[in-house]
Structure formats: structure tokens, C-alpha cells
């Protein structure tokens, strides 16, 4: 049961560096999105896609772009990495029908250091 | 306000003992609540969702006060393998899909 996968599950990086954080889902979700956490701020919805072929700011958007590729993949890169970008990235998808009780669930994590 | 508040804690109870967390949400147009169990680390992971009626799944019941915008967690018979962090999850008006989480509560269950 793969559920929601994240690659890589580690990274460091240099200041300026781009890279691309991939995550894929096998429950047939249409949304999807991308959270960090850092410590004592919770978890940041980043950005996120409704359904496929959509893509909407969050929180915290800055910085960052995403790909919503297929219904499957959605992708998040940095274009220049900063250190401000050292954080724990999580990805999740949820069946996205409907109005009530959209669980969603987690990958297992990107840890990025930006130095 | 914060959207989703919870108490941090941390709270440190004995194995057997009953606990029991609280979480504020600001949006009385909120539709969906859930609790996740995130372990040090580890990603969240769906613990229950929370209905109007209030619900139970074995040691776990989560309730929801409307009136008073909040929902709660409780835990009965507390075992060791409890110990994490418990975030709360609360939908955004407007969107089934968004939701907000709460910055968590720690909990550690003693032997």
C-alpha cells in the first residue's frame, strides 16, 4: 500500500540551488498539496490542486512553484533556494469529491536544508 | 485569532490515565473536523474524523461543540505507544478541500 510517495527523503542543498521535491499518489485523489512544517508553526499548506489541471496559492507560496503533471504527480520546485526554505515538506491528496470529510493524507516526508 | 488553536502542552500522564485535548477553530461555516496522530519526525496520520454526533473508535472519542467552536480528543487507558502529537484539522469556509491544522498537542504517556 504506497499510498502518497515523496522523493527524495533527504536534500541539502546551497544557497541558490533549485530543485524539484516529487510526490505521487496511487488512491486516485484528484487534490493534492504541499505543506512544510517547521517547529511550532504546524503544518503550512504551500500550495495546492483541486483537481488536475489546477493549481492555487496557500499560505505560504512565495518562493516556490508547483506542477500538477498528472492526476497522479504534483511536483514543487524552488527555483533559488534559501535558507529560509530549510523546513520539513510534506505532501497529501485527498479524494477532493463532495463537501464534508476530506481527510487527507501524508506522504512521509522531504527534510531540505538549505545552507 | 489564530484559525486552529490547541493547547501544546505538553502533557504528561500515566499509563491507564485518561487524557483529554481541546481545539479551538475561529469559522463557524467549518463543515469537516479532524484529529491526526503525527509522530517525532513522522508524517501526520489520520487518527479519526470528528461528526456532529460525536464518535468513538475503541480507547479514542472526539467530539464536536458547534455552539462554542471547538472540538475534543479524549483518550481512555492511556498506553505508552499513545505518546505523540495530536493535531487537530479544521476545513476552510469556503473550501471541503483546505484544510487548517493546528499546531499540535504533545503527548507523553509515562510506564
Known amino acids: 500500500n504506497a499510498g502518497v510517495t515523496q522523493t527524495p527523503k533527504f536534500q541539502v542543498l546551497k544557497t541558490g540551488q533549485s530543485m524539484t521535491l516529487q510526490c505521487a499518489q496511487d488512491?486516485?485523489?484528484?487534490?493534492m498539496y504541499w505543506y512544510r512544517q517547521d517547529p511550532g508553526m504546524g503544518l503550512r499548506l504551500i500550495y495546492y490542486?483541486?483537481?488536475?489541471?489546477?493549481?492555487d496559492k496557500g499560505e505560504v507560496p512565495n518562493g516556490y512553484n508547483v506542477s500538477r503533471l498528472n492526476k497522479r504527480e504534483f511536483s514543487l520546485r524552488l527555483e533559488s533556494a534559501a535558507p529560509s526554505q530549510t523546513s520539513v515538506y510534506f505532501c497529501?491528496?485527498?479524494?477532493?469529491?463532495?463537501?464534508?470529510?476530506?481527510?487527507?493524507?501524508f506522504g512521509d516526508g522531504t527534510r531540505l536544508s538549505i545552507l | 485569532r489564530k484559525e486552529v488553536e490547541q493547547d501544546p502542552g505538553p502533557f504528561n500522564v500515566p499509563e491507564g490515565a485518561t487524557v483529554a485535548f481541546n481545539c479551538t477553530y475561529s469559522?463557524?461555516?467549518?463543515?469537516?473536523f479532524f484529529w491526526y496522530r503525527q509522530d517525532c519526525r513522522k508524517e501526520p496520520k489520520l487518527l479519526m474524523s470528528?461528526?456532529?454526533s460525536g464518535n468513538e473508535d475503541g480507547r479514542f472519542t472526539a467530539q464536536l461543540n458547534r455552539a462554542s467552536q471547538y472540538i475534543s480528543l479524549l483518550i481512555r487507558d492511556s498506553k505508552l505507544s499513545d505518546s505523540a502529537t495530536y493535531l487537530c484539522?479544521?476545513?476552510?469556509?469556503?473550501?471541503?478541500?483546505?484544510?487548517?491544522f493546528g499546531s499540535g498537542t504533545q503527548l507523553t504517556v509515562l510506564p
Open positions: 497529501a491528496s485527498s479524494d477532493g469529491r463532495g463537501y464534508s470529510n476530506q481527510p487527507q493524507h
Open positions: 488512491m486516485n485523489h484528484n487534490s
Open positions: 490542486s483541486a483537481s488536475e489541471g489546477t493549481t
Open positions: 469559522n463557524s461555516a467549518s463543515q469537516s
Open positions: 470528528v461528526y456532529s
Open positions: 484539522a479544521v476545513n476552510r469556509a469556503g473550501s471541503a478541500r483546505q484544510l487548517t
